[in-house]
């Protein structure tokens, strides 16, 4: 049987002594602590329900048989997926017992020497050409309010920023420091978005001019981030959407013909992305 909260939270009430319905019951576990004579069936009328026959014996069947050492610790283990590998060998044996991501957080890069926070100690961000910095406990890192926060959608150009200069300057404020966030990995989105909504700081997002992109950036950013979140378009990107890839458009409008626009500023974009029935791969801006 799977271990899950509510079988736990079941196993707690009868190692209490305290007696519940048969039908509440059912599985594989407790067919067999009734044949091992650990669970007793007793007999209301109609009803049938079960109790341990003792509730010492019960959780040393429960710690032999299945490695629950701890009913209690393991519930709380199963209510904190965030629970340490270390404290879940403590409790199951186990350091899988709870699965999660051991790497949480999101990658961050600059051609800026950006001024952060992480744990109340200074950290300043400037990558070396060719590196990040991953962010593990985002939860504690914190940057100025006016620094820019631009999401860039694609591999090739978060790793190229510096060479993508000429457009941030062009698209936006003079002056205005840039912390550059990846989305991918995918997994590691939640975190991010957690982190921006936890902070005042604008958000851009930097993604391809196709209708994949405007998806995205309406579903995974601007749903969560409103109007403090913007979608890049630069000043040429009808002449780029002109020139670029009728072959994305096509494989793309089966799944976003009926897309509508929440953000009425991208409207002008998606409306040229169907008039030429094309779209631009981001990967065109880096010189």
Same mark, same amino acid.
């Given at each position: $049987?799977?271990?899950?909260?509510?079988?736990?939270? /079941?196993?707690?009430?009868?190692a &209490?002594?305290?007696?519940? #319905?048969?039908s509440?019951?059912?599985?594989?576990?407790? @067919?067999?602590?009734?044949? +091992?004579g650990?669970?007793?069936?007793?007999?209301?009328?109609?009803?049938?329900?079960? /109790?341990?026959?003792?509730?010492?014996?019960? @959780?040393?069947? %429960?710690?032999?048989?299945? +490695?629950?050492?701890?009913?209690?610790?393991?519930?709380?283990?199963? *209510?904190? #997926?965030?629970? +340490?590998?270390?404290?879940?060998? *403590?409790?199951?044996?186990?350091?899988?017992?709870?699965?999660? @991501?051991?790497?949480?957080?999101?990658?961050?890069?600059?051609?800026?020497?950006?001024?952060?926070?992480?744990?109340?100690?200074?950290?300043?961000?400037?990558?070396?050409?060719?590196?990040?910095?991953?962010?593990?406990?985002?939860?504690?890192?914190?940057? #100025?309010?006016? !620094? $820019?926060? !631009?999401g860039?959608?694609?591999? &090739?150009?978060f790793?190229?920023?510096? =060479?993508? =200069?000429?457009?941030?300057e062009?698209?936006?404020?003079?002056?205005?420091?840039?912390?550059?966030?990846?989305?991918?990995?995918?997994?590691?989105?939640?975190?991010?978005?957690?982190?921006? %909504?936890?902070?005042?700081?604008?958000?851009?997002?930097?993604? +391809?001019?196709?209708?994949?992109?405007?998806?995205?950036? *309406?579903?995974?950013?601007?749903?969560? %981030?409103?109007?403090?979140?913007?979608?890049?378009?630069? &000043?040429?990107? &009808?002449?780029?959407?002109?020139?670029?890839?009728?072959?994305?458009?096509?494989?793309?409008?089966?799944?976003?013909?009926? $897309?509508? !626009?929440?953000?009425? =500023?991208?409207?002008?974009?998606?409306?040229?992305?169907?008039h030429?029935?094309?779209?631009?791969?981001?990967?065109?801006?880096?010189?």
């Amino acid at each position: $049987m799977k271990i899950t909260t509510s079988l736990i939270q /079941r196993l707690i009430l009868l190692a &209490e002594g305290k007696a519940l #319905p048969t039908s509440s019951l059912r599985g594989e576990w407790f @067919r067999q602590m009734q044949t +091992d004579g650990i669970l007793l069936t007793n007999i209301h009328g109609s009803h049938q329900s079960l /109790r341990a026959a003792d509730t010492s014996a019960l @959780r040393h069947y %429960l710690a032999s048989h299945y +490695d629950i050492r701890n009913l209690e610790a393991t519930l709380h283990l199963l *209510q904190h #997926p965030l629970a +340490d590998r270390a404290l879940q060998v *403590q409790v199951t044996g186990n350091s899988k017992f709870v699965r999660h @991501r051991t790497f949480r957080g999101f990658l961050v890069n600059s051609y800026q020497s950006i001024a952060a926070t992480l744990n109340g100690t200074p950290l300043t961000i400037l990558p070396t050409d060719g590196s990040f910095v991953f962010i593990a406990d985002s939860q504690n890192f914190s940057i #100025p309010p006016d !620094v $820019m926060i !631009v999401g860039v959608e694609n591999a &090739e150009n978060f790793r190229y920023v510096k =060479r993508q =200069r000429y457009l941030f300057e062009s698209c936006l404020p003079q002056g205005c420091q840039l912390l550059f966030v990846s989305r991918y990995p995918q997994q590691q989105h939640a975190d991010l978005i957690n982190w921006l %909504l936890s902070i005042p700081n604008q958000y851009i997002h930097f993604g +391809d001019l196709d209708l994949a992109g405007i998806a995205i950036f *309406q579903h995974e950013f601007y749903e969560h %981030l409103g109007m403090r979140s913007t979608f890049l378009i630069p &000043e040429d990107y &009808e002449e780029r959407i002109r020139e670029g890839n009728r072959e994305r458009y096509d494989a793309q409008l089966p799944q976003y013909a009926k $897309m509508s !626009v929440t953000d009425s =500023r991208i409207s002008s974009l998606l409306t040229c992305i169907h008039h030429y029935h094309r779209g631009y791969d981001q990967e065109g801006f880096i010189l």
